[in-house]
C-alpha cells in the first residue's frame, strides 16, 4: 500500500535523476552561478558534469546558492493539496543553509494547509552521504512505515552514515578558507591529500594527511573497516562519488571491493554535482556507508 505522505530532498543528495524518480523521491533543486550566468543543480539538464569541471579547470569561479523557501512550497503544494504530508531530509545544515529554508517554507505552508504535517529534517551529511540517508529512508518508507516511524528512524540512522573522502587539489581547500596559502603551496609540491570526514555536526573535519591518491584511498578503506556494520562482511550500501576523476572512483571500487567481498556487483558510483563540486573542486573523491555511530 503506497505511503501516505511524501519523501523528498535536495539535488545535493548527489544521487541521480533517474534513481530518485525510481525511488518516487521529489527534489529541489540548488542554483549556481558561473561565468556571470545562472543555473540550476539539475542533473546536468542546465549544464553538463563535464563542462561544470572543465570550466573550474580554466579558472571560472562557481558561486552556489540554496534552495528559496518559495521552491519546497511549489515542490510541496501538489502533495498537500492531494492529502499527503510530508517528510523531508536537507543537505547538512553545517554547511548550508537550506534547513533554514525549508523550516520557513513549512511554517509558511501550514498556514494554507494546518491539518498537514510537514517534518524537515537536518542530514548532517553531504553529497552521496546524503544520498545513502535518502536511500535508508526509502527502503524504510516501501517497508509500510508510517510518517512518525520513518522520521523517527531517520533521526536514529543519520549519525551512522558514515563519510570519508579525500581530494587531490588543494586550491579549492584555500579559496574555501580551509587551508592556508602557504599550507597549499607546500601540500599541493608534495602531493599531500587531506582526507576529511563529516562530523556529527555535519560539518567537515580534516583527519589524515596522506601523501598521493593510493595512500589517500588506502586511508579511506582502513576508515571504512574500522567503522562499518560487521567488518569485512558489510554487505550495506556502499556509494562513492567523484568530482571528475572516474579512474580513481574505478580503483576506489576495486580496492574496497577486495577489502568488502559482499559489496560486488552492489557498489554505487555517483557525480559530485555542480553544487558540492563549486567548493571541492575537480579531483575529489569519496566513500559512504553505514556503520558506527559518529564521533561529535
Not at 44 to 53: A, L, N, Q, R
Not at 251 to 256: G, P, Y
Amino acid at each position: 500500500m503506497p505511503a501516505d505522505y511524501i519523501l523528498s530532498c535536495e539535488s545535493t543528495a548527489d544521487l541521480t535523476e533517474e534513481y530518485l524518480k525510481e525511488r518516487n523521491i521529489p527534489f529541489a533543486c540548488f542554483s549556481f552561478q558561473i561565468d556571470g550566468k545562472d543555473y540550476k543543480d539539475d542533473y546536468g539538464h542546465s549544464m553538463g558534469i563535464k563542462e561544470f569541471y572543465d570550466s573550474l579547470r580554466r579558472g571560472l569561479v562557481s558561486k552556489t546558492s540554496q534552495v528559496p523557501a518559495s521552491d519546497y512550497e511549489e515542490l510541496w503544494r501538489p502533495y498537500l493539496e492531494s492529502g499527503k504530508d510530508i517528510i523531508h531530509i536537507t543537505l547538512s545544515e553545517g554547511i548550508s543553509g537550506s534547513y533554514n529554508s525549508a523550516c520557513l517554507a513549512v511554517r509558511l505552508m501550514l498556514e494554507e494547509f494546518p491539518e498537514r504535517r510537514i517534518y524537515v529534517i537536518n542530514s548532517e551529511n553531504a553529497s552521496s552521504g546524503y544520498g545513502l540517508i535518502m536511500s535508508l529512508a526509502a527502503d524504510k518508507r516501501d517497508e509500510g512505515a508510517d510518517i512518525d516511524e520513518l522520521r523517527e528512524y531517520i533521526l536514529g540512522i543519520r549519525d551512522h552514515v558514515q563519510a570519508w573522502f579525500f581530494t587531490s587539489d588543494l586550491t579549492y581547500l584555500y579559496r574555501g578558507g580551509r587551508l592556508s596559502k602557504t599550507a597549499c603551496v607546500f601540500g599541493t609540491a608534495l602531493k599531500i591529500c587531506p582526507v576529511m570526514t563529516v562530523n556529527r555536526m555535519g560539518k567537515l573535519e580534516a583527519v589524515l594527511k596522506c601523501r598521493g591518491k593510493k595512500k589517500a584511498m588506502e586511508a579511506c578503506v582502513s576508515k571504512m573497516l574500522e567503522n562499518c556494520d560487521d567488518g569485512n562482511e558489510y554487505k550495506g550500501y556502499f556509494y562513492i562519488c567523484h568530482s571528475d576523476c572516474m579512474e580513481d572512483a574505478m580503483a576506489m571500487k576495486e580496492m574496497a571491493e577486495n577489502t568488502f567481498p559482499n559489496i560486488k556487483g552492489k557498489t554505487r558510483i555517483f557525480n559530485i554535482g555542480t553544487v558540492i563540486g563549486s567548493h571541492t573542486g575537480p579531483g575529489t573523491l569519496g566513500i559512504f556507508f553505514k556503520g558506527k555511530e559518529k564521533e561529535a
